[in-house]
């Protein structure tokens, strides 16, 4: 009786065993298919939460036929995610910004085309394409768009300022970009930090209490007086340039050089007593817009001659400047770019690398920092 009990209690035991195994062996077959599918998604480049909504939405097939694509992964991590716009997704390029998903399909929905809507994705942050997104449609967005640095959150001006002016695309976009179209020292972009590359004019300032990083004093055999200072790395490599020059006859000289916010205030006021207020106005940087605050402009003269513009040493500077990473700052032919008048004695250090292609490709600093350095 005890034994056959034990018995039958051991078959239901192996029964149940059997069917767990089965079941077990089931969900195994499943998990090794199922990791299998994610994998041939993963190696793709998407992301284990875009490959599962993949797989639960069906999807597999059509993502395996695009191939690697970024916009579609977003998509499918998104909860925004649309099976309508599924090709359109694919189509569009993709671009870092949160909202992504959402912003591309309320593009499709306004009208645009695939190709427009990665034009717009291209040219603004998240913050940007989203304010853009809100707007009705809008009809030749290439004519601006098309240039590599326009600023989709710039829209608006570049239409006011080429209807006003009526200056070509890549002007419009520049003079915007730069906030040549403001007006001069109003709502200033404020600069903080040094850098070799650091641009400083009518539209972006420095703070009164800025001062430049490593800041030294200028022997008096480098310049007209025992007075002058500057951003180390500008001043060794204009005692690079000055000992090259005189290797070939040339004599230079630094006049003036770093300028504190006090210093420009108190040469304002001079120029005021000496010429008026229009004068300062039109020819004086305004405090904390000049570029001498930043230490790393120098206007150089000739021991030689009094008008440096005339002197021997001023077609050798014209010429050589940029090997020692000079450029000359405010050249009469760009006058309307930097506002300030030609001054054929104002050099800045830039870096090799920025005053070569400056020198090769005949561009102003402006010019320059709208195409390379603004992000
Ligand atoms: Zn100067």
């Known amino acids: 009786m005890f034994v056959k ?34 994998h041939s998604l993963t190696v793709l480049g998407y992301s284990r939460k875009a490959s599962r909504n993949i797989l639960f939405k069906f999807k597999k097939e059509y993502v395996l036929s695009v191939g ?20 359109q997704y694919s189509k569009i390029e993709y671009q870092n910004q949160k909202h992504i998903i959402k912003n591309i399909n309320t593009l499709i929905k306004k009208g645009y085309s695939n ?46 300022y080429s209807n006003e002016t009526g200056e070509d695309n890549e002007t419009t976009v520049l003079v915007v970009n730069l906030d040549m179209d403001q007006d001069d020292y109003k709502n200033p972009t404020i ?3 040094f850098s070799t590359d650091m641009l400083v004019n009518k539209h972006r300032s420095l703070k009164k209490n800025y001062e430049p990083e490593d800041l030294i004093s200028i022997s008096s055999k480098y310049a007209a007086d025992n007075t002058q200072s500057g951003a180390r790395v500008a001043v060794n490599a204009f005692i690079s340039m000055y000992k090259a020059a005189e290797k070939e006859g040339y004599e230079l000289v630094i006049n003036s050089s770093y300028r504190s916010y006090q210093d420009q205030v108190e040469l304002c006021d001079t120029y005021r007593n000496l010429y008026g207020d229009s004068y300062v106005d039109k020819y004086v940087a305004k405090p904390g817009f000049s570029e001498h605050q ?13 008008v440096f513009s005339e002197s021997d040493e001023y077609e050798w500077i014209q010429e050589n400047a940029y090997k020692y990473g000079f450029i000359q700052r405010f050249p009469e032919k760009y006058e309307a770019i930097t506002g300030f008048r030609a001054e054929p004695w104002h050099y800045r250090y ?20 709208a195409l390379f350095l603004d992000s």
């Open 191 to 193: 600069v903080t930090d």
């Open 350 to 369: 830039v870096g090799k690398k920025i005053a070569k292609y400056i020198y090769e490709n005949d561009i102003s600093f402006e010019e320059y920092y």
């Open 115 to 160: 190709s427009t809507i990665s034009m717009i994705l291209a040219h603004g942050n998240d913050q940007d394409v989203t304010e853009f997104a809100k707007r009705d449609k809008i009809n030749y967005l290439e004519e601006f768009f098309s240039i590599s640095y326009a600023k989709l959150r710039n829209y608006d001006r570049y239409v006011l």
């Open 294 to 306: 930043t230490g790393l402009s120098f206007d150089i003269g000739s021991r030689n001659s009094s």
């Open 68 to 87: 690697e694509n970024k916009t579609l992964n977003a998509a499918f991590e998104s909860d925004d995610y649309n099976e309508k716009y599924l090709d």
């Open 5 to 38: 009990k034990r018995f039958k209690l051991k078959k239901s035991v192996e029964r149940k065993l059997k069917i767990l195994a089965s079941v077990l062996g089931c969900f195994l077959i499943a998990f090794i298919v199922y990791s299998s599918q994610i």
